[in-house]
Every structure is written in C-alpha cells, then in structure tokens.
C-alpha cells in the first residue's frame, strides 16, 4: 500500500500543491515552519481522519480561506484508489472514495491504512489518560471501525444518565428505576468496549515488545490497563475476560457506586475513566523513563501498529514520521531507522539529513521543502 500523490487546495500553509511520490522511501527536509509536517499530516488525514496538531477540522483550512480540500490516489495491492476530503465549515466534511461519496466516517476509513508519528504523541506517556484513551479507541477504530460508533454509543447513554443524575439534585432516595435502566445499557456497551481494548492491547504489546527491545537494546516493555471496572490488568494475559465477565463486574460497581454517584451528579466509573500505564524494566515509565525511553515506547508502539495492521488485513500501512529522530541518542536513531520495514512506505520530515546514516539515504526521494516570501508554496525535489 503506498501513496501514489497529492492534491492539496487551501489546507494549512499550502495555497496549492500537486506532488508526486514516486518512492518507498521518502525524507521532507527543510527549515520550521516551512510546511514539512503539515503535508505529512495531510496525508495522516486523508487516510485516517486524525489530525496532528489540530483540535478541529476548520483548523486546517488555510487562514483567509473558508473551505480546504485534499485529494489522494493510493495503490492497494495494484489497485488504485482515489480519497476526497473538502472542509467546509459549518457543513459536514464531504467524504469521498473512488468519486463516490460517503456519508459516514465508517465508510470511508479502511480503505486506507498510514500510521502516523509527531511530537504530539508523545502525550502517550507525558500527557493526562484522556490522550491515553483517545490514542487506543483511534488505534482499535482504524482496524474495526465499528468500535467507534459504540464509543459514540456509550457517550451518549453515559450523558442521558448524567443528565438523569442533575434532576435527581442528590437525592439518594429518589425513584431510580430510570437509573438503573441507563445503568444496565451502560454496563453492556461499555464492557464491550473494554474487552477490545483489552484484547488490542494484548495483540499490539507482542509486537511493540520486539521492537522496543530492538531500538532500545533489550529494554523490556510492558503495558498495563488501568480500569475503573477490573482494576489494573497486565495486558499479556486477559484470557480471564469475557464481555459477560466484565457487564457484571460493571453492573455490581454500578450499584456499589450509585449513591456517590447521585451525590455527584455525574458517572464516576467505566471505560471514559480508564487509562494505560507503560513500564521499561519494571519501572513506571511515565515517572522514571527519560525523554528518549518516552520517545522509544511511542515510536515502539508506531510502528507496532503497523505490524498489526499488516496481520489484521493483509495490507502494509504507510508509515508518517514526523521529526523522529529528535531525542534519541546515535545508538537508537540507527536502530530506529535499521528496524523500519523495507515493506512499508516510509515518509519522514527532519529539517535536513544529517543525523541520517548513509545507507538509510540510498534509494531515498528527498523534498526540500521552501515557502518564499509571498505566501506561495515551492517544493524542490
């Protein structure tokens, strides 16, 4: 699976762009602030939906601009397919797949496969459990879209309840037959959600262990799941689990919880209030591991993803790295780069090649990467 080019109109910094890749391995070079990541995460985007930096889609349509357009021809297995994305706001994305448009995001994701690396991953192990969250249910989303939707699905069953709980004004004795209804809806959806969480974890953690080990010789990687509902799980072994395990454990929590519950008019537990911790030798790596070691579990787990990706669909994932090389030591750059797949498309931003290793650069496309004076957008192959 690669990226064949890309079509981009009014997105970020680029007025217009019409670029061909026609390589499997190619490096973005350039000062800051020039467009480097920004064309990589149009890519991201166009495949998956995330962003990089954005918190809104309308973020990226360029400024003075009311509408933003991105277009990408793919190759999957020598078949070639076209994605449309046009932002404009306040009206829905416009989807598109083969000129064919698509009316939900469901629909339209899978067709594509790119896992994608930026600064802002590092909030896996620097930021607060909602980066956490967000991170796996997109992961687990990109290879079954379906857990999406009942995220979606949970989100607004835990809301209906929480606004049941206002009117209820913290009164325990109350009737709570609606209650206990919102209660038994949240319990099945929400330990569905935990059991594929549970089980991608599992399934992601036998890969991240071998690449983790090989960038940063022979450290050891661990994860483990930290639940509102089962309490803290190593991820290695969640055999024990079963969605009907996990309801009732859920649905009893529920009950122990409901008066703290009314009194705070709002869910106290359940998988919106999980979160992932990850270990390096047995130490906690939020607290213990340097800027590198955080660096490594990210780019670990990236480029797990990939192998998983690979093992689900049969399908090789194009691989986005921004700024990777970026606190890693000599040692683990030449690992990194000595552990990425031949197989994968790999495009990669830096601000030039020097920390690259020569036979890294052989066979390599490089962009340089230049906005001049005026505003307009210049690319020199």
């Known amino acids: 699976m690669q990226i064949d080019s890309i079509k981009l109109i009014n997105f970020r910094n680029y007025s217009e762009l019409d670029l061909n890749f026609d390589a499997d391995k190619i490096l973005l070079t350039g ?94 192990l620097r930021g607060n459990p909602d980066d956490r969250r967000s991170w796996l249910d997109e992961a687990v989303s990109s290879l079954y879209p379906a857990h999406a939707d009942r995220i979606s699905k949970y989100n607004k069953i835990r809301t209906q309840k929480n606004n049941l709980l206002k009117t209820l004004a913290g009164n325990i004795n109350a009737d709570k037959t609606l209650l206990d209804v919102w209660n038994e809806q949240l319990a099945i959806t929400g330990s569905n959600i935990i059991l ?12 991240a262990k071998l690449k983790h080990s090989y960038i940063s010789v022979k450290e050891t990687l661990s994860i483990f799941y930290e639940s ?71 780019l670990a787990l990236k480029l797990a993803e990939t192998d998983l990706i690979k093992a689900k669909t049969g399908y090789n994932a194009i691989l986005l790295l ?44 490089i962009y340089k990467i230049i906005q001049n004076e005026n505003g307009a957008d210049l690319i020199l192959a």
């Not at 149009?42 to 939906?49: K, N, Q, R, V, Y």
């Not at 469901?106 to 909030?123: G, Q």
């Not at 509102?228 to 969605?243: G, K, L």
Request: hydrophobic share 35%.
């Open 322 to 365: 921004d700024d990777v090389l970026a606190e890693l030591d000599d040692i683990r750059q030449t690992y990194l780069l000595n552990g990425i797949e031949e197989k994968h498309q790999t495009i990669i931003t830096s601000v030039d090649t020097l920390h690259f290793d020569k036979r890294y650069l052989e066979n390599v496309k």
């Open 196 to 207: 594929l969480r549970l089980n991608f974890l599992k399934e992601l953690l036998k890969y």
């Open 228 to 298: 509102s509902i089962i309490d803290t799980v190593d991820v290695e072994d969640v055999s024990e689990y079963t969605s009907l395990k996990i309801a009732e454990i859920f649905h009893e929590k529920l009950e122990e919880k409901k008066a703290e519950e009314i009194i705070r008019a709002q869910s106290v537990i359940g998988p919106h209030r999980d979160d992932i911790s990850f270990f390096i030798d047995n130490a906690d790596a939020k607290k213990f591991a340097s800027q590198g070691q955080q660096r490594t579990i990210v």
């Open 31 to 124: 000062k800051n602030a020039q467009g480097k990541t920004n064309l990589l995460e149009a890519i991201c985007f166009l495949s998956s939906l995330k962003t990089i930096k954005a918190k809104q889609d309308s973020e990226l349509i360029k400024w003075g601009q009311d509408f933003a357009h991105i277009k990408g021809h793919f190759t999957k297995n020598q078949t070639e397919t076209t994605l449309e994305v046009t932002i404009n706001p306040p009206k829905k994305k416009l989807l598109k797949v083969n000129e064919i448009k698509k009316n939900k995001s469901s629909e339209y994701l899978s067709n594509i496969f790119s896992v994608c690396f930026s600064t802002s991953d590092l909030a896996l």
